[in-house]
Structure formats: structure tokens, C-alpha cells
């Protein structure tokens, strides 16, 4: 596809179940970032992916909280031991060149996650 | 450390009367602006930013936004709304590695 994909689009689980998202970006990005958006809040950064370089792991919330890049393209954004805070929209974007700061990124539709 | 303010979370606009999004930013050296619509249950989209050169920077569906040093702000602007225009608007500021989003402006236009 021409666009960033997220998979599933929704996701509904327990409290205390583990979660997978899953995240294809743009062919040929470079690097790849994973947000946070809660209910009426603004994005809150997650993690970064650049090229093949370790992320940069700066905003997961919690060590329930990790991700993988696997190839240099396809990422999984795993949760474990879900809580209810956890509830949000997730969403995964890529950019073009090395992560640099005048690139744009582009996002994908999201996965709204319930934690139940 | 950079942050970006996006001081009204509503603004109502009347179809086809002009429309302004407020963004001030607070960053060491030299910003790089974003800004990205979010219509409702979709990803966002690239509006315009501006890196570098003329201060008015022209972008996607009509909008327009001015980059203004001085007050260190970079409002998004349209001339005449329409009521399709209607959605969450995030502005954003990259500086070095960090991407950082301000908390949204839900645009309101009404018919």
C-alpha cells in the first residue's frame, strides 16, 4: 500500500493480558515512530526507530512497555500486563530520510486499544 | 526543553469567514513547524511546516501559516472556511531527535 498500516484496528482485552500492535510503514523509511494518543489528549511520544541504530526508547511509560523493529521495516509495539490507563488510540508514523528533524512524518490510521 | 502551546482547545468559525489556529512554541535555536489534521477516528495528516526562507508557508486543502520569530508563534490560517475544515488540529516542533505535539485545537465550522 502507498500509506503507514496499523493492525488491528481495534483491540479490545482484559486487564492484565498482554497486546500486540503491529505497524507496516511507507517502503523505503527510514525511521519510525510510535505515539500515544488518550481521550481528549495530544500525542505523547513512545519510542523511535532509525535506520538500523538502537531507538530511542525515551518515552515508553512503564517497562510493561516495549517494541521491535524487525528488518529495519515492520514494528510490533507490545504491551504487557495491561492495565486500564493503557486505553488509548496508538499510533505508529514513518518518515523518509534518517530521522531528521525537517522530514515529515506520516501516519498511520491507529489502533484504538480498551483495556477492560 | 521545547514545548509547543496550542492555547484555545476550541475554536468555532462560520462557513466561509476566515479562520485562525493559534500555535506558540518555546525551543533552542533554529524551530522546525508542523502542522497535521486529525479527522475524526483517522490517522493525521500532513498540513504544511516550515524549515527555512519565506515566512508565509502555503500547504494542503488552502490552508496557510506564518511563521512569526519574534512572537515565536506559527498560527494556521484560511481565508474562508468550510465546514469539511471541521477536525483537530495539532501543531508540532522538531528540534534535534524529538518530535514534540502540542495538546490539539478542535476546529469547529458551522454551516
Known amino acids: 500500500g502507498a500509506g503507514v498500516s496499523q493492525s488491528p484496528s481495534n483491540k479490545v482485552t482484559e486487564k492484565g493480558k498482554d497486546v500486540e500492535l503491529r505497524c507496516d510503514p511507507i517502503?523505503?523509511?527510514?525511521?519510525l515512530y510510535w505515539y500515544r494518543q488518550s481521550l481528549g489528549q495530544g500525542l505523547e511520544f513512545l519510542i523511535y526507530?532509525?535506520?538500523?541504530?538502537?531507538?530511542?526508547k525515551s518515552g515508553l511509560p512503564s517497562d510493561r512497555f516495549s517494541a521491535e523493529r524487525t528488518g529495519g521495516s515492520v514494528s510490533t509495539l507490545t504491551i504487557q500486563r495491561t492495565q486500564q490507563e493503557d486505553s488509548a488510540v496508538y499510533l505508529c508514523?514513518?518518515?523518509?530520510?534518517?530521522?531528521?528533524?525537517?522530514?515529515?512524518?506520516?501516519f498511520g490510521p491507529g489502533t484504538r486499544l480498551t483495556v477492560l | 526543553a521545547q514545548s509547543v502551546a496550542q492555547p484555545e482547545d476550541q475554536v468555532n468559525v462560520a462557513e466561509g469567514n476566515p479562520l485562525t489556529v493559534k500555535c506558540t512554541y518555546s525551543?533552542?535555536?533554529?524551530?522546525?513547524l508542523f502542522w497535521y489534521v486529525q479527522y475524526p477516528n483517522r490517522g493525521l495528516q500532513f498540513l504544511l511546516k516550515?524549515?527555512?526562507?519565506?515566512?508565509l508557508v502555503k500547504g494542503s486543502y488552502g490552508f496557510e501559516a506564518e511563521f512569526n520569530k519574534s512572537q515565536t508563534s506559527f498560527h494556521l490560517k484560511k481565508p474562508s472556511a468550510l465546514v469539511s475544515d471541521s477536525a483537530l488540529y495539532f501543531c508540532?516542533?522538531?528540534?534535534?531527535?524529538?518530535?514534540?505535539f502540542g495538546p490539539g485545537t478542535r476546529l469547529s465550522v458551522l454551516p
Open positions: 508514523a514513518s518518515s523518509a530520510l534518517a530521522g531528521a528533524p525537517t522530514d515529515t512524518q506520516y
Open positions: 517502503s523505503g523509511h527510514t525511521a
Open positions: 526507530f532509525q535506520g538500523n541504530s538502537a531507538p530511542d
Open positions: 525551543v533552542s535555536g533554529n524551530p522546525y
Open positions: 516550515y524549515i527555512t526562507g519565506d515566512n
Open positions: 508540532a516542533v522538531t528540534y534535534g531527535q524529538n518530535f514534540v
